[in-house]
């Protein structure tokens, strides 16, 4: 049996809606994202979200919306995607790395004052796998040091901390609609703002700062005169993608069902094994489930986690891990580390993310689970 590590779960809702935004011969930015902009911000209980063509494009926009200057310093968790920190390097800032917890792998918030000099002029919080992070103790210290905060919520849709959706909490939340994330459009992302200003703004900058868009100038509304009031970007999304992305989003609590129900067999089934360590997520918030991490212990088998990995290969169970940590990669170990993160160590050396996609049948899910704990059996200490 061969299981991928992710599938996106497209239905006829989702292939008839790209057909018809193809077929109407709108593909650019238009109605499709309009509408799912209204949908996604009343999702996440905010009052403007605005669509774009990546997460990514989101982090950077909400650094500049935060006037982040080169030589300024944010504080990142080590363990994260690379966009985390590399849009802070667009704008000749410097990203610090913050140690991680052991058992959600979300930001330390213990560890992060330390890290905090003149120069550091905020933080992005990432809600590890969905999970939100510690967000009153990282206001707290936030408004104590007079730091933004911006949440990186490329996991994170749907899911809610102490009752507040993940995009209703912070100025700036940045989501993400990359083929793997919890809403699926190939490519896209969005930025959940509170003011109608950075929104006004970021809806021209996202199309290279013409004070009109595309969308008016084309129909009759518009006009060919147009003024170009700011640097701006290449930033919009698609009409195709964003009928993709609001098919998904009308699911959205079908596909969360889905993800949680793999996740609980996959608890029941790994929690009393002496093998594993099963990945917490603490009471007062819901996950999105987007990731399963599951930690293996080391010390009980005699192999490594990357051989792990191989040998659930070799049995048709594909994996991942999230993530190689930031201070291991060639162009990242040249920045400024100050704090060690053993707590990172400890989980880059034992996680390996499960298949959780919606979508993934009971035999397969029993397959995943047999497979895991046969490979712990044989190479067990
Ligand atoms: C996927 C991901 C991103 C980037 O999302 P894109 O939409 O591909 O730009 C950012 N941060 C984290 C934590 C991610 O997993």
């Not at 213990?110 to 969905?130: F, M, N, T």
């Not at 104590?144 to 899911?159: G, M, R, T, V």
Request: aromatic residues 12%.
């Amino acid at each position: 049996m061969q299981i991928p590590f992710h599938k996106p779960y497209i239905t006829n809702n989702e292939i008839e809606a790209a057909v018809e935004t193809i077929k109407n011969g709108w593909l650019t930015m238009g109605h499709k994202t309009f509408e799912f902009e209204k949908s996604f911000a009343s999702y996440t209980d905010c009052k403007f979200s605005i669509a774009l063509n990546s997460c990514t494009a989101a982090l950077h926009f909400a650094l500049l919306c935060n006037n982040l200057k080169p030589g300024d310093k944010v504080i990142i968790p080590v363990n994260t995607f690379v966009a985390t920190a590399e849009v802070i390097c667009y704008l000749n800032a410097i990203p610090v790395f913050c140690d991680i917890e052991k058992d959600t792998h979300n930001i330390d918030v213990s560890k992060i004052e330390g890290l905090i000099d003149k120069d550091v002029k905020g933080i992005i919080a990432v809600h590890y796998s969905g999970q939100p992070c510690d967000m009153d103790e990282i206001i707290e210290i936030a408004n104590k040091y007079k730091l933004f905060l911006i949440e990186d919520a490329a996991h994170a849709f749907p899911s809610e901390y102490k009752g507040q959706k993940i995009g209703s909490i912070s100025d700036y939340t940045a989501f993400s609609f990359y083929a793997t994330k919890t809403i699926a459009a190939g490519e896209g992302g969005c930025l959940n703002v509170k003011e109608s200003d950075a929104s006004d703004k970021l809806k021209h900058l996202r199309l290279h700062g013409i004070s009109k868009d595309a969308w008016k100038r084309y129909t009759n509304e518009g006009t060919w005169k147009y003024d170009v009031v700011d640097l701006g970007y290449k930033y919009n999304p698609n009409d195709i993608a964003m009928a993709i992305a609001k098919e998904q989003l009308d699911k959205t609590y079908d596909l969360l069902e889905m993800r949680k129900k793999i996740s609980d067999c996959y608890d029941e089934a790994f929690d009393e094994s002496p093998y594993f360590e099963i990945y917490n997520i603490k009471k007062d918030r819901k996950s999105s489930y987007h990731l399963y991490p599951l930690k293996i212990n080391i010390e009980s088998i005699t192999i490594s986690r990357d051989i792990f990995i191989e040998e659930l290969k070799i049995a048709g169970v594909n994996t991942s891990v999230h993530f190689i940590p930031l201070n291991k990669f060639s162009y990242y170990k040249n920045f400024v580390i100050s704090q060690d993160f053993p707590n990172s160590e400890y989980v880059y050396n034992r996680q390996i993310s499960l298949p959780i996609w919606p979508g993934m049948k009971e035999n397969e899910i029993n397959y995943v689970i047999k497979t895991v704990l046969s490979i712990a059996e044989k190479y067990k200490r």
